[in-house]
């Protein structure tokens, strides 16, 4: 199942794509795709529903895209998790996890603009696969049971600015956390529709020229090794957003870098989860 979220910014209702892909809207049962939602079985809700032939409006072609699932308690983020990323960074293949968050108020819809923050010259793009969890996960005994705390998959582009990232001191937070930097979507696919999630082709690309060209195959930590090794550390809760690392081919790691600046046009894919697009906007 795809879960989409539609309408102005702030005002967006909770919808889904049916199979014959026309886009429904859903707020007629559901407040919103959140941490409620998923917490309490919403997406086999939702499919007990259209099953029954519950009747669900079509959505206006012309909707604004949002964010695919609501704000989220937490955006986690794994760090250099992909070994020839790492290589480009200049930095070692971590022994554990590198961990840091986002703000959840960066979650933005898959269309909207990337704002280049005040005084930023290095404003940078990640393709990563994005995890929503789907029900609350703490000290989970092993990899194996991290599958059923998964509700499911989608784009993600973890913008970051690497002045404020690397060169102002402290963590890495403050040079993730500004507006816009972390648009989701355009849709949340269910986690029984991906086959193999350690197998996702994912690209990136500016201006019309490919700068990143992946696979999640190519990750340092699994998706399932992460869910495990988080709850250790932290309750992850329903509707949490990990987004598990990128690929190289970053503006940082270019030979000399490139960073975005005004009017650019950022386009990013994940095999079966669709497509982004943002226009860099100054603040």
């Given at each position: 199942?795809?879960?989409?979220?539609?309408?102005?910014?702030?005002?967006?209702?909770?919808?889904?794509?049916?199979?014959?892909?026309?886009?429904?809207?859903?707020?007629?049962?559901?407040?919103?795709?959140?941490?409620?939602?998923?917490?309490?079985?919403?997406?086999?809700?939702?499919?007990?529903?259209?099953?029954?032939?519950?009747?669900?409006?079509?959505?206006?072609?012309?909707?604004?895209?949002?964010?695919?699932?609501?704000?989220?308690?937490?955006?986690?983020?794994?760090?250099?998790?992909?070994?020839?990323?790492?290589?480009?960074?200049?930095?070692?293949?971590?022994?554990?996890?590198?961990?840091?968050?986002?703000?959840?108020?960066?979650?933005?819809?898959?269309?909207?603009?990337?704002?280049?923050?005040?005084?930023?010259?290095?404003?940078?793009?990640?393709?990563?696969?994005?995890?929503?969890?789907?029900?609350?996960?703490?000290?989970?005994?092993?990899?194996?049971?991290?599958?059923?705390?998964?509700?499911?998959?989608?784009?993600?582009?973890?913008?970051?600015?690497?002045?404020?990232?690397?060169?102002?001191?402290?963590?890495?937070?403050?040079?993730?956390?500004?507006?816009?930097?972390?648009?989701?979507?355009?849709?949340?696919?269910?986690?029984?529709?991906?086959?193999?999630?350690?197998?996702?082709?994912?690209?990136?690309?500016?201006?019309?020229?490919?700068?990143?060209?992946?696979?999640?195959?190519?990750?340092?930590?699994?998706?399932?090794?992460?869910?495990?090794?988080?709850?250790?550390?932290?309750?992850?809760?329903?509707?949490?957003?990990?987004?598990?690392?990128t690929p190289p081919g970053v503006g940082m790691g270019?030979?000399?870098?490139?960073?975005?600046?005004?009017?650019?046009?950022?386009?990013?894919?994940?095999?079966?989860?669709?497509?982004?697009?943002?226009?860099?906007?100054?603040?």
């Amino acid at each position: 199942m795809k879960l989409i979220r539609f309408g102005e910014a702030g005002n967006e209702k909770p919808g889904f794509i049916d199979a014959g892909g026309v886009r429904r809207d859903a707020s007629a049962f559901f407040s919103d795709w959140d941490r409620k939602f998923f917490q309490d079985g919403g997406i086999s809700r939702l499919e007990s529903l259209i099953s029954k032939g519950e009747f669900f409006p079509k959505v206006d072609e012309s909707f604004r895209w949002g964010s695919c699932v609501s704000r989220p308690g937490k955006v986690i983020c794994i760090g250099l998790n992909y070994s020839d990323h790492a290589a480009e960074s200049g930095m070692p293949v971590p022994q554990e996890p590198i961990i840091f968050q986002k703000g959840s108020n960066t979650v933005v819809g898959p269309y909207d603009n990337i704002i280049i923050p005040r005084n930023s010259e290095k404003t940078d793009w990640e393709v990563e696969l994005g995890v929503v969890i789907g029900k609350d996960a703490r000290y989970l005994n092993s990899s194996e049971e991290s599958d059923a705390y998964v509700a499911g998959y989608c784009v993600a582009n973890d913008v970051s600015e690497r002045a404020f990232q690397l060169e102002r001191g402290g963590q890495w937070t403050k040079g993730k956390s500004c507006d816009n930097f972390s648009p989701l979507g355009p849709y949340l696919l269910t986690k029984d529709e991906v086959s193999n999630v350690s197998g996702l082709k994912m690209e990136l690309s500016v201006n019309g020229s490919k700068m990143q060209s992946g696979n999640t195959s190519f990750m340092v930590f699994d998706v399932a090794f992460v869910i495990h090794y988080l709850s250790q550390f932290m309750t992850l809760e329903a509707g949490d957003v990990i987004l598990t690392g990128t690929p190289p081919g970053v503006g940082m790691g270019m030979k000399p870098p490139v960073y975005l600046k005004e009017g650019d046009v950022v386009e990013l894919t994940i095999e079966g989860l669709g497509s982004q697009k943002q226009t860099c906007i100054q603040a």
